[in-house]
């Protein structure tokens, strides 16, 4: 095992936060025109750089992004976004079958409408789901329910090499033109249509009801080096999405529950903030994680990116920054989106993320705010973003 740190560390995500200027904005993206002192109180504390966490050639996810932010590389450790959310929602993948996600949406049997049918509710999900598998679970074919719209389904046989898409980067656009492609996907894209007989659309407290299923990021089980190994730190994970809580409980961390989080813009921000103080009274590591910067981005909304923003940073970066300039203990504190996510495409870009990082060891720079332009003049810089993790936990000084 790794020597423990002599500090605690913290490593808050605002999922999907970078962004590039907008015209709406006069010219400056939503960091950089949210109201959000904390995040620039740890940037003008320490350093600011940015770290590149989707190596060339991966699918710019949160899942591949998230792996790097843990300190593990994804070329070398990572096996599919459903693996990941099944490995938290307790689904055992059995030898010689594939997971995929399985995503509940709205179409109008042409095109994409929403790809989280309206982020429909957890009651109208697990019956959608439960429909799905009276009418399709067979001996070869397993569906489980997850949260809202993301939920797993189990399927006999390889399905690794298939090319899928994310229903996300496809709103407005024809179904026909991005179906998965390769070797076995005419079994898939049968499942898919036959959804539809399942899924009769019916409202969901207003919002638009799931007429189908789309099935992507697929995988066969995987595992983790432990996080403690890697990094001689315990500690815990705090999110809403079964898919950063996977990678938590993959690396042997504590998922830690917090009341009325929704992996949406209603979350419980003040909660995630409230529990990781005391994760860090009585642990040595914690990793916020809030959806709703991503949401925001993929609905192009850019006052409600903004707003999740200024509550993200109030209420989570707020008080943990608080806690641990005033705890008495040596600490390293993180800043840092997973990803950007483009109000002007609402995708997902691969391209690299600003981050902010205080406490020990660590020797301000001089910067003034925490923004994509700043983070680009600062240091070190990290061309593979996994690497942050080691040395943001290293019992090292922080150096170009």
Sequence with gaps: MATCPPFKVAVLVPDGAADRPLDELNGRTPLEAASIPRMDEVARLGRIGTMATVPPGMPAGSDVANLSLLGYDPRTHYGGRAPIEAANLG????????????????????????????????????????????????????????????????????????????P?????????????????????????????EALAPSADGGRPGADMVWLWGQGTAMKLEPFAELHGLEGGVISAVDLVCGLGLLAGLEVIE?????????????????????ALQERDFVFVHVEATDEASHMGSIEEKVTALERFDEFVAGPVLRFLKEGGHPYRLAVCPDHPTLISTRTHDPAPVPYAACGAGIEPSGANSFSEE???????????????????????SWCE
């Design 258 to 278: 917090v009341p009325g989080i929704t992996g949406y813009l209603d979350t419980n921000y003040r909660g995630k903030g409230a529990a990781a103080v005391v």
């Design 374 to 396: 700043t983070a680009r003049g600062g240091g070190p810089a990290f061309d593979e973003g996994w690497r942050m993790m080691h040395h943001l936990t290293g019992a090292v």
């Design 168 to 196: 996300h980067d496809i709103t407005g656009e024809l179904l026909v033109a991005h179906l998965p492609g390769g070797d076995g996907a005419a079994r898939i894209i049968d499942l898919m249509e036959r959804s539809r």
């Design 91 to 166: 689904i055992e993948i059995p030898p010689g079958w594939t997971a995929f996600r399985c995503n509940l949406v709205s179409t109008d049997g042409e095109r994409m409408l929403d790809y989280s049918a309206g982020h429909i509710g957890g009651e109208a999900a697990a019956g959608a789901v439960a429909r799905l598998q009276e009418a399709l679970g067979d001996a070869h074919t397993r569906f489980f329910p997850g949260r809202s719209y993301r939920n797993i389904v189990l399927v006999e046989g390889d399905f690794r090499a298939l090319e899928c898409t994310p």
